[in-house]
C-alpha cells in the first residue's frame, strides 16, 4: 500500500487561509469517508485534527475543516496563527483492514 | 483524562527482540480497539498494527507481518508488541494510540526503537 501524497511544504501569513491536499486512489480515500487528518508540533506526539473526513473532535478549533471530492481529501485551516505552524499528516483507511498515512506536509506561517 | 505510557524501547542489535508495552488509564479501556503507530527519525507516520476490543483481531502492517505481535491484557489495561527479527528499518519512535472507527484520538508520548550493531 503506497503512501498518500503531500506537497512538502505549504505557507501563508498569519490570518490567511491555507489548503493541504491528500491525493490516494480509489482503494482508499476514494472509497471510503474514513479519512483523517493529524497535527504534530516538533518533537511532540501527534495531534488528532479531522476524523471521518470532515468531522472535528472536541477541543479542535473550527478554524480547521476538512473535505474530499474524488480521491483527494483536504484540510483548510482558515485565519492562519502562529502556533499552526506544523507539520500534517492526513490518513484513511485503505480496506482489507490497513490504514495508510499522507507523506506530510510543514506548514510554515510566515 | 485518557493517558497512554509506553516502555521497553532501547537499543538492540540486527535480528534481537524488544517487547514494548503501554499502560492506559482514563478511559475503559477493553472498550476500544488499540493501535501501533511508528515513526522513524525524520521520516512520516506510519502504521504498524491493531487489535479489536477483545484481542480476537488483529492486523499488521506488510512489513512487519511474521516478525511482530500485538496482544492486550484488558484485566491490566495494557497494550503489547512484541518485535523479533528486528531491522535497522525498524528504528523508530513508536506510538501506543486508541483506534476507534480507524481513526487515532489519543497518543501516547513514544518510545525510541534504536536497532543498530
Known amino acids: 500500500q503506497s503512501a498518500l501524497t503531500q506537497p512538502a511544504s505549504v505557507s501563508g501569513s498569519p490570518g490567511q487561509s491555507i489548503t493541504i491536499s491528500c491525493t490516494g486512489t480509489?482503494?482508499?480515500?476514494?472509497?471510503?469517508?474514513?479519512v483523517s487528518w493529524y497535527q504534530q508540533h516538533p518533537g511532540k506526539a501527534p495531534k488528532l485534527m479531522i476524523y471521518e473526513g470532515s468531522k472535528r473532535p472536541s477541543g479542535v478549533s473550527n478554524r480547521f475543516s476538512g473535505s474530499k471530492s474524488g480521491n483527494t481529501a483536504s484540510l483548510t485551516i482558515s485565519g492562519l496563527q502562529a502556533e499552526d505552524e506544523a507539520d500534517y499528516y492526513c490518513c484513511s483507511y485503505a480496506g482489507s483492514s490497513l490504514e495508510v498515512f499522507g507523506t506530510g506536509t510543514k506548514v510554515t506561517v510566515l | 483524562q485518557v493517558q497512554l505510557v509506553e516502555s521497553g524501547g532501547g537499543l538492540v542489535k540486527p535480528g534481537g527482540s524488544l517487547k514494548l508495552s503501554c499502560a492506559a488509564s482514563?478511559?475503559?479501556?477493553?472498550?476500544?480497539?488499540m493501535s501501533w503507530i511508528r515513526q522513524a527519525p525524520g521520516k512520516g507516520l506510519e502504521w504498524v498494527s491493531y487489535?479489536?476490543?477483545?484481542?480476537?483481531?488483529?492486523y499488521y502492517a506488510d512489513s512487519v507481518k511474521g516478525r511482530f505481535t500485538i496482544s492486550r491484557d484488558n484485566a491490566k489495561n495494557s497494550l503489547y508488541l512484541q518485535m523479533n527479527s528486528l531491522r535497522a528499518e525498524d528504528t523508530a519512535v513508536y506510538y501506543c494510540?486508541?483506534?476507534?472507527?480507524?481513526?487515532?484520538?489519543?497518543w501516547g508520548q513514544g518510545t525510541l526503537v534504536t536497532v543498530s550493531s
Open positions: 480509489s482503494s482508499d480515500v476514494g472509497n471510503y469517508n474514513l
Open positions: 487489535i479489536s476490543s477483545s484481542g480476537s483481531t488483529i
Open positions: 494510540a486508541r483506534a476507534p472507527n480507524w481513526s487515532i484520538d489519543s
Open positions: 482514563g478511559f475503559t479501556f477493553s472498550d476500544y480497539y
